[in-house]
């Protein structure tokens, strides 16, 4: 699929873009913060734009983005300048060496992969860490009252349920999700800052309610030697 870096960003210069984009990075705030920062290298893989980049960047983190898109990673250097390194790459295949990254980040990306478990592997492959995952929620109000059925490029995106998520992770890196949360309780006329909307979608919520949910993936003792998908049993833990 292919992405316009202005449309992208026009998005989230609409009401509900700007309130989607705000509560996204206080869950990506929430679920990053049990990490440690300073001096850690952190890779976001499909960091388009780089408007979460930015983010991570202000956080303490030193950051490095690859995009498929080379009109994407031409706005993110626009945005960063020679704060980060931005790479044209295919996160399924990518040219990092082993553990290179203390973390990597996959934010809204697996729905628009053509290998989503080859793409997790892969990120598992480079971070030293640990992953945090940002995806859409198929059983979500959002996506039943605002996506199925349009024919919208966010409608031909694979969306996941909590449970499926779960599952893919766990067979494509072997570790089970740390820490969960969701946002965005209701469909997207609910998006708003003031009233009652905002009770609902302004907090933090478990994972399976919210139209966007981000997971944190921690890797303890050691990480498996054998991609899970070539191997099937469970991988031996230090």
Known sequence: MSWDPDKYEAWFDTPEGRYALDREIMLLQDVLAGWPRRKRKILEIGCGTGLFLETLYQMGLDVTGMDRSPEMIKAARQRFGNRAELNVGNGEHMPYSENEFDYALLWSVLEFAAEPEAMLAEAARVAEKGLLVGFLNKNS????????????????????????????????????????????????????????????????LPPALGAFVAVRVDFTNMKPLTPLFAWKSEPEMG
């Open 141 to 204: 109000l959002y996506y039943f009252l605002n996506i199925r059925g349009t024919e919208s490029s966010m409608a031909s995106a694979h969306w996941f349920t909590w449970c499926e998520m779960q599952d893919l992770i766990h067979k494509a890196t072997g570790f089970r999700p740390t820490l969960a949360r969701s946002v965005l309780a209701g469909p997207m006329k609910t998006w708003k800052s003031t009233g009652l909307a905002n009770l609902a979608n302004g907090h933090l």
